[in-house]
Each structure stands twice: as C-alpha cells, then as structure tokens.
C-alpha cells in the first residue's frame, strides 16, 4: 500500500517540478548555451549552430530530439518563455523515462523500484540536471536502456533485442559523444566473466556496424559540408578531456562516494555482512558502475555530470545491497526521507532562482539594445544572443587600436563608428563590453 502512495507522491512532485520548470531563468551561460542551440537549429537541426556558427562540438540529436517541440511552438507563436520550458521538459521527461527503465530493471517489483529510484534522486547532483537544459538527461536515459536491452537479451537470447542495444547506445552517442562506450566495453567484460567463451555471442559484428554507422554518416556529412575548421573545437575539446592537465586521479571516486554517502555509511555499519551478499548476483550492476569511473579517473579535466550515466546502475546496485544488509521497510522509509530532503533541497534552489536571479535576468534583456547592430568585445556570451534572439558577433579588430585604447573608452573598432557598452553578468561578479553602432557618433572614415 506504501509503494502505491509513494508512486502517487512521487507524481504530484512531477507536476510540482512541472510549475517551477515555467518560471525558472536560464540559470548558467552553460544552459544559455545549450537552449541557444536548440532554438537556433529548429529548422536544421542536424547541422546545429551556435551563434550563427557551425556546432559540431556535439552531434546532433539533442536538438533534433527537441525541434518538433519548437517548431510547435513557434508556429502557434508562443513565444520563447515557453520553448524555454519545454527544454526543460524534455529533460524532466527523460528523467521519468529512467524511472521507468529501473522498474523494467527490477522486474517490476514496485518496493524494490521504489527503494532504487529514491536512491537515485537522493542524489543533489543528478536531481539537479531534472530540470537543466542540458545532454545529460536523455544521454542517461539512452544508456540505461541499452542496458535494460542487454540485461533482456541476456535473459532471452532473442537476436533483436542485441541489435535493439547497439541501436540505442548509437543514439546514445549522438547525443554527447561517445562517453558511453565504456558501457559498452564494461558489459563485455561482464559478459567476458560470466559466460567465458560463450561471450562471443554479444559482441555481434553487425551490431557494431549498427552502432558504427549512424555516427560516422553524420560526422561524414558535416565534414563534407563544412570542411574540417568547424572540427577544430571537438579536437581540442577531446584533448582537454582526454589528455589535459586536470583535476586528482580521485576526483570521480570522491564525487561519486559524496553524492550517495548516507548509503556507503549504511554499507560501513554492516561491513562484515556485505562479505556474506551474493557477489555473483551483484555482478551485472558492479562492473558498469566501476568500470567507467576507473577509466575516467585516469583523464586530465574531470567533471562530474561525466558520471551521471553511471548512477541508475549504482543505485540499483546499492538498492540490492542494502535489502540484503537491512529489513525492506527499513530501507524504503531510510531511502523516501532521504529522497524527500533532496527534493526540498532542489526544490529551494529552484524558488531562490525564481525570486532572486528571474528579476535580474529580465532587468538584463530591458537593457541590452537589442534592435541596436551589437558585436561582443570579449568572447561571445550566448546568454546576450539568448535574450534578443539574434545572433551577436564578436566584434572585428582595429589594427590601428590597442585594446587597452578601447578600454579606456576609445570607440570600439568595428566600421568606425561604435561606442561602447558595459553590462553585469547575473551569475557572477563580472561585466561584459559590447560595441553598439551609434549614427550620432560616427566617426570620420580613417585616412
């Protein structure tokens, strides 16, 4: 009877998210950034931009995934509050959808389903992409069902359902890259381990062409069209993952003990029981959950959304540890406490956004000129190019003027006739310099 009203309360949350999902801001240049790209690209979106610019950085799907949303929108006219909400739908609803894989997963034993999922949102770090605009969401989404479509074909052995995983790790791929192959090379060992010389039934040559082909038909394409100047970006991106000078080698383990520490405690208290816990049983869920942290621990800029893919498994994982270690109506009430403190914890930080950062936001675009013709001093900040819906370049150099003339309050070098415009960034102690064209100051033509 408690797992039903648990189901209940957990749908009135969903709706609870749903209303402050419409009046959240863009709450970091990161999301600005993403939404940026969505909107751009409605129209094409396997070619997205960023900018006005080629982004091929990240494949296409996320945008592609949310087009038919914004293009709904734009042609009943609504406006881009509201495309900024379904962006944000579209990742609550991926977080739903993971919901529901965990109870495939747990063969639809809705305590044990329960128990998981409460582990997983306990978790400050994962809630809190339940309503960012973001890869994250439907990236995790997409690998847990491949893994639910491994765990089924594993029990079944029909030939679909290992084709029907190679598929979907692809689509998973093209969503953020190929992160999840570690997924994929963690099932194998598993595979490896478990079934010896019969594993060979899973790595399916034409599997992997399924898996292949998708990613190299859309790299191909862009490359054709766009030559290899827009790959430049993805390169040094990799480099600076892979290869780069970064964060600790314990910066994963740390981030994933932290984020479900009163769970590791439990496990602690009962230390010498967890020797007695079927190790075979807990296999499947223990390989891809510390496998790709290994792998990662060993490249250079480490951040810890990288991991997300990996928590609906640890917190099954965790949730069979725990019902072997302590009573079930034990578990289930340790995990809905918990799971109710991080929502009110998000769900705070989300009214605090409202409140304090919405007014800022909406102050900013009363500020910025936008019918103005604008060009960004520094860098882009896609949150600017958010706001007036309309690409902003970045400002052309002068040769005849150093920068630091042009930030003592010479004109700015754009065609002669530009001043300049300084506006605060609402996230953080920082201004931005635009140059904005101005006809009452126009300068005379340079000799």
């Given at each position: 009877?408690?797992?039903?009203k648990?189901?209940?309360?957990f749908?009135?949350l969903f709706?609870f ?7 959240l801001?863009i709450?970091s ?5 993403r939404?940026?790209?969505a909107l751009?690209s409605?129209y094409n979106?396997?070619?997205?931009t ?7 950085v990240?494949p296409p ?8 949303l914004?293009l709904?929108t ?15 739908f ?12 965990v109870?495939?997963?747990l063969?639809k034993?809705?305590?044990?389903s ?9 978790s400050y770090?994962f809630?809190?992409f339940a ?7 439907p990236f ?6 491949s893994?639910?479509l491994f765990v089924k ?38 595979a490896a381990?478990?079934y010896?010389?019969e594993a ?6 034409h ?7 998708p ?6 394409l862009?490359?054709l069209?766009f030559?290899?100047e ?6 040094l991106?990799?480099?600076?993952r892979?290869?780069g ?12 003990g932290?984020?479900f ?7 602690l208290?009962?230390a010498?029981?967890?020797?007695k816990?079927?190790h075979q ?9 510390f ?7 060993f490249?250079?800029?480490k ?6 893919f ?5 917190a ?11 009573s ?7 995990t809905f406490?918990?799971f109710i403190l991080?929502?009110?914890?998000c769900?705070?930080s989300y ?7 919405r ?7 009363k ?8 060009c960004f001093f520094?860098?882009p ?6 706001l007036?819906e ?9 040769k005849d003027?150093?920068s ?5 309050g ?16 609402p996230?953080k102690e ?10 009452k100051?126009?300068?005379p033509?340079?000799?």
């Amino acid at each position: 009877m408690m797992g039903k009203k648990a189901v209940y309360l957990f749908c009135l949350l969903f709706l609870f998210f749903l209303l402050q999902a419409y009046f959240l801001p863009i709450t970091s240049h990161q999301e600005a950034r993403r939404a940026l790209i969505a909107l751009e690209s409605k129209y094409n979106p396997l070619f997205p931009t960023l900018n006005g610019e080629p982004y091929l950085v990240k494949p296409p799907l996320h945008p592609t995934l949310a087009s038919p949303l914004l293009l709904l929108t734009s042609a009943l006219n609504l406006g881009t509050d509201v495309q900024i909400f379904l962006l944000r739908f579209l990742s609550l609803l991926a977080y739903v959808g993971t919901s529901y894989i965990v109870f495939l997963l747990l063969e639809k034993d809705l305590r044990q389903s329960l128990i998981a999922i409460f582990i997983l949102f306990s978790s400050y770090r994962f809630l809190s992409f339940a309503l960012r605009i973001d890869l994250e969401p439907p990236f995790v989404f997409l690998c847990l069902l491949s893994f639910y479509l491994f765990v089924k074909y594993e029990r079944e052995r029909k030939s679909y359902l290992i084709y029907a995983f190679y598929i979907v790790l692809s689509l998973a791929s093209l969503v953020r890259g190929p992160l999840n192959l570690l997924l994929m090379l963690s099932l194998f060992l598993y595979a490896a381990l478990k079934y010896k010389k019969e594993a060979i039934s899973f790595p399916k040559p034409h599997g992997l062409i399924l898996y292949l082909f998708p990613q190299a038909l859309w790299y191909g394409l862009a490359y054709l069209k766009f030559g290899k100047e827009p790959f430049q970006a993805f390169i040094l991106d990799l480099k600076t993952r892979t290869a780069g000078k970064g964060d600790p080698f314990y910066y994963y383990f740390l981030s994933l003990g932290l984020n479900f520490l009163p769970y590791l405690l439990l496990l602690l208290l009962k230390a010498r029981s967890l020797l007695k816990v079927d190790h075979q049983g807990l296999l499947l869920y223990f390989i891809p959950s510390f496998m790709p942290l290994l792998i990662l621990s060993f490249t250079g800029e480490k951040f810890d959304k990288y991991l997300l893919f990996i928590y609906p498994i640890f917190a099954i994982l965790l949730a069979k540890i725990l019902l072997n270690l302590y009573s079930e109506r034990f578990v289930f009430y340790a995990t809905f406490f918990l799971f109710i403190l991080n929502f009110l914890a998000c769900s705070l930080s989300y009214v605090l956004q409202i409140t304090s950062l919405r007014p800022k936001i909406i102050s900013l675009q009363k500020s910025i000129p936008c019918q103005e013709r604008l060009c960004f001093f520094d860098e882009p900040v896609y949150l600017f190019s958010l706001l007036c819906e309309r690409k902003i370049p970045k400002c052309k150099e002068r040769k005849d003027l150093s920068s630091d003339l042009v930030m003592m309050g010479i004109p700015c070098g754009e065609k002669g006739y530009q001043t300049r415009l300084t506006l605060k960034d609402p996230y953080k102690e920082k201004s931005w310099y635009f140059c904005v064209e101005s006809e009452k100051e126009k300068l005379p033509p340079k000799d």
